[in-house]
Nanobody, 124 residues
C-alpha cells in the first residue's frame, strides 16, 4: 500500500514562502500523478497543483498560478510544493495525494492515496 507523508508546514507571515514535501513509500513513485490539495476549517478540500508521473505536465489552481510551483524527484520518491507570496486566506491543512493515471488531475475524487496533511498558517 502506498503511504504518503507531508512535511514542511508551519507558520509564515503574509508574503512569505514555504516549501512542502511529500515522501512516498510502498509503491513505484514514478507511476503516479501527484497532487496537492488544501482544506481550511469549514471549507471543502480544494485543488492546488498536480504533476504527471514523469513531471512532463503541471497543473495549477488559478488562485495559485504564478506563485506556487510543483515539482518532483522520483529518485527520492518525493513531490514538492514551493509556495511564494503566501496570503492569510491560504491558511489550511495541505495534503498530498497520488493516483495511477494522469487524467483528471484537478479532481480529488480521482486520487487513490492521501497523506495526513501538514498545517500551513499564514499570519497577517
Amino acid at each position: 500500500q502506498v503511504q504518503l507523508v507531508e512535511s514542511g508546514g508551519g507558520l509564515v507571515q503574509a508574503g512569505g514562502s514555504l516549501r512542502l514535501s511529500c515522501a512516498g513509500s510502498g509503491g513505484t513513485f514514478g507511476r503516479y500523478t501527484m497532487g496537492w490539495f488544501r482544506q481550511a476549517p469549514g471549507k471543502e478540500r480544494e485543488f492546488v497543483a498536480a504533476i504527471t508521473p514523469s513531471g512532463g505536465w503541471t497543473y495549477y489552481a488559478d488562485a495559485v498560478k504564478g506563485r506556487f510551483t510543483i515539482s518532483r524527484d522520483n529518485a527520492k520518491n518525493t513531490v514538492y510544493l514551493q509556495m511564494n507570496s503566501l496570503k492569510p486566506e491560504e491558511t489550511a491543512v495541505y495534503y498530498c495525494a497520488a493516483k495511477g493515471v494522469s487524467t483528471g488531475p484537478r479532481s480529488a475524487d480521482a486520487y487513490d492515496y492521501w497523506g495526513q496533511g501538514t498545517q500551513v498558517t499564514v499570519s497577517s
